[in-house]
Structure formats: C-alpha cells, structure tokens
C-alpha cells in the first residue's frame, strides 16, 4: 500500500468521474466504458508510482534524507526485480482492458493509452526523464486534466468539445499542485541529486505563488461554465474555497515535513472540488 501511494489516487480517480458527469449532462453516458476508463487510469497511476520508486532509487533521489513517505524500494521492504516484474505486469493488464475502449471509441483512444504508458515510464524512465527537467508540471496538467476529462467523455460521446476541455483545467490545475507541494518540499534533496524539478528551478517563493494562482484558476472553471449555460449547482464546487484557503495558508506558513500535511490536504480539495463540480452537473 505504501508503493501504491493510496493518497494520490483521488488525482486519477476525479478526472474520470467529472468526465462521465460530463458526458451525462449531454445524454451520452455509457457505464461500462466509464468503469473500465476509470479502472484504466488508476491503474496508470499506480503503475506510474511504481516505475517512480525504481527510478528514483536507482537515481538516488529517495535517501534516508527523504521528507516524504517512505519509498519501499529505498527503504528494501520490496526489491527492484519485485517491482520491475509486478509494474510489467500491471501495464500489461492495463493495455488489455484498454483494448475494449479501443473497440468502443477507435484509434485515438489507442493513441491516448501508448502515450499515457509511455508517460508513465518516461516521467522517472528514459535518457531524458520528465520529473528530473522541470517539465513534470505541464505533462501532469495534459494527462491528468485534458488527456483523463476529455478521454473518459470521448469513450462515451465519441468526441470532444471545447467546454469539456476547459472543464478539464479545474482537475488539471489541482494535479500540478500536488506536485508543485511534493517538489517544493523536497527541493534540497532534489538539488543534491540533480533532480532540476520546476519549484528547484524557480524557488520555493514563485513556487508557492503558482500554486495560489493556479487554485485560484481552478475555482474559475465552474464560474465560467456556469455563465455559459451549465447548471448553477456547479458552483457547489465553491463550498471547498474555505479548505483552499487554509491550504495556501499552511503551505506559505510550513517547510519540510510540514508540507506532507498540505500535500494531503491539497488532494483533498481535488477530490472534494472535483465530487461537487461533477454532482451539480448531474442536476440540470
């Protein structure tokens, strides 16, 4: 459970369900590519975490020094080989049950799922990895905002508008937040390992200002589907403004292992803002 990271979950899990509710609002919600669309995304996340732990273990980046939770490939509760053989196993399993959303909705899904997988392996993996060159930021905004809103209603619509997108932004902008607080946590022992994350780059200080702007975009999102004709309960997702608050407050306020608090509590407004927004799409 500690490799799965439970806590991270709402971030793969909410893209899929505000998608669906999405699709509902239209009349095109289908069940079953809704279920196996959401089972397809966590199972991505946790195979993404998994990749993570041998990656940054082989790297060097989870020490004993680590702020975080522990990492159970660094800590030697669960060897490499284990891990490498149980994520080929997972993706594996992944690919399969995306094969009927192949079926069901085209090539483009087949497209959406090879880059999501080779995402997963090339945010830590590869030459080149994505988490190590401060670009981790942007990949999480398109895969757990657009490429999961917009995915999960194209397997259920068969195609994709601009509002859905937008939609998208509010769970998207959430996700880099979470990373933005798990970086800007770990700065220090990311520099000593070369791990040139965006909040190593540009500092704690601007770091911390994205993450309020981004949370305050977020709470845009709904406000301006609602003016553009989505039904007013949207704007329920606006109740979690008061956790918001008290999110950048402690986030401003803590360091270290403080952070591990805003971390969990920045998951939490995702998945509290992302149930909301999706239950009052439901009401119209």
């Known amino acids: 459970m500690l490799a799965v990271r439970p806590k991270t979950l709402p971030a793969g899990a909410v893209p899929v369900i505000l998608g669906s509710a999405l699709a509902a609002h239209d009349g095109a919600f289908r069940l079953l590519p809704s279920l196996v669309a959401l089972i397809c995304a966590l199972g991505i996340q946790v195979a993404t975490n998994f990749i993570n732990e041998i ?3 082989r790297k060097g980046a989870d020490t004993v020094e680590r702020l975080g939770p522990t990492r159970t490939v660094a ?24 094969l009927y959303l192949v079926y069901t909705a085209g090539w483009v899904i087949l497209l959406i799922g090879l880059l999501s997988l080779l995402f997963a392996w090339a945010y830590t993996g590869g030459p080149y990895p994505i988490a190590y060159s401060g670009l981790g930021d942007i990949f999480v905004f398109i895969f757990f905002g657009l490429v999961a809103v917009g995915g999960t209603y ?33 700065i220090d022992t990311d520099l000593k390992v070369g791990k040139m994350t965006l909040p190593a780059r540009i500092g704690g200080d601007r770091a911390r200002r994205l993450y309020l702007l981004l949370t305050i975009a977020a709470y845009l999102v709904p406000v301006v589907l609602w003016l553009k004709g989505y039904p007013l309960w949207i704007l329920l997702s606006l109740l979690t403004s008061p956790l918001a608050y008290f999110t950048i407050r402690d986030l401003y306020a803590g360091e270290g292992r403080e952070l591990n608090h805003v971390l969990a509590e920045t998951g939490k407004l995702l998945t509290l803002h992302g149930l909301l927004f999706s239950a009052g799409l439901l009401f119209h």
Not at 79 to 98: A, D, P, Q, Y
Not at 175 to 186: A, G, K, T
């Open 55 to 57: 990656y940054d273990f």
């Open 75 to 98: 800590a030697g509760i669960i060897s490499e080989k284990t891990m490498i053989r149980v994520s080929v196993t997972l993706v594996s399993v992944v690919f399969l049950l995306g």
């Open 154 to 186: 194209y397997v259920q619509a068969q195609a994709v508008n601009l509002s859905v997108l937008y939609a998208a932004a509010a769970p998207g902008f959430f996700s880099v937040n979470i990373l933005l607080v798990n970086n800007i946590r770990d």
